[in-house]
T-cell receptor, first 112, second 112 residues
């Protein structure tokens, strides 16, 4: 079956530091890939997505590139802010479109 | 305002006492899903529905039931809750296979 593996947290950074959260996946066919963010006490919100190989998703300074050769979708941001503190989930959706499979989540803490 | 609404937000109940968590969306979405979120496991899909009267099992359906009698509502039913169903539950909806999923704010369930 499909699976998503992302780095365990928490990741603690100082403001303006560079962020990378690794995500790799196992899937058949050509899944779509997503990053979701969950702020404290809230549901998940879509951060960015990519639907085919070599696509780059970007939003709010965050980027991730769909790398089929390495089955990866790493999340990056050049300069994090305190307001970026949240839990980040990598996810894939199967070809049929009926299943979203999530990684375990990575908690990011940004200190001033 | 487009939203997915879950009720209740918090619930503590005893083993074996039937309960229902409601989910309603106002976006006329066809697809609706239920997930549970547990530490280190990310979100796992319990059930999903592709339209009225069409439901199917996700990854962890045991101990749960759902129904989809109307397009906007997708209640999650625990006929005989057990302590291992203590978790944070999220309902989500989307319009078609290629679109973003919108999540509710979550229901924190404790079964004692």
């Amino acid at each position: 079956g499909n699976s998503v593996t992302q780095m365990e947290g928490p990741v603690t950074l100082s403001e303006e530091a560079f962020l990378t959260i690794n995500c790799t996946y196992t899937a058949t066919g050509y899944p779509s890939l997503f990053w979701y963010v969950q702020y404290p006490g809230e549901g998940l919100q879509l951060l960015l997505k990519a639907t085919k190989a070599d696509d780059k998703g970007s939003n709010k300074g965050f980027e991730a590139t769909y790398r089929k050769e390495t089955t990866s979708f790493h999340l990056e941001k050049g300069s994090v802010q305190v307001s970026d503190s949240a839990v980040y989930f990598c996810a894939l959706r199967n070809n049929a479109g009926n299943m979203l499979t999530f990684g375990g989540g990575t908690r990011l803490m940004v200190k001033p | 305002e487009a939203q997915v609404t879950q009720n209740p937000r918090y619930l503590i109940t005893v083993t074996g006492k039937k309960l229902t968590v409601t989910c309603s969306q106002n976006m006329n979405h066809e697809y609706m899903s239920w997930y549970r979120q547990d530490p280190g496991l990310g979100l796992r899909q319990i059930y999903y529905s592709m339209n009225v009267e069409v439901t199917d099992k996700g990854d962890v359906p045991e101990g749960y039931k759902v129904s989809r009698k109307e397009k906007r509502n997708f209640p999650l039913i625990l006929e005989s809750p057990s302590p291992n169903q203590t978790s944070l539950y999220f309902c989500a909806s989307r319009t078609d296979r290629g679109s973003e999923a919108f999540f509710g704010q979550g229901t924190r369930l404790t079964v004692v």
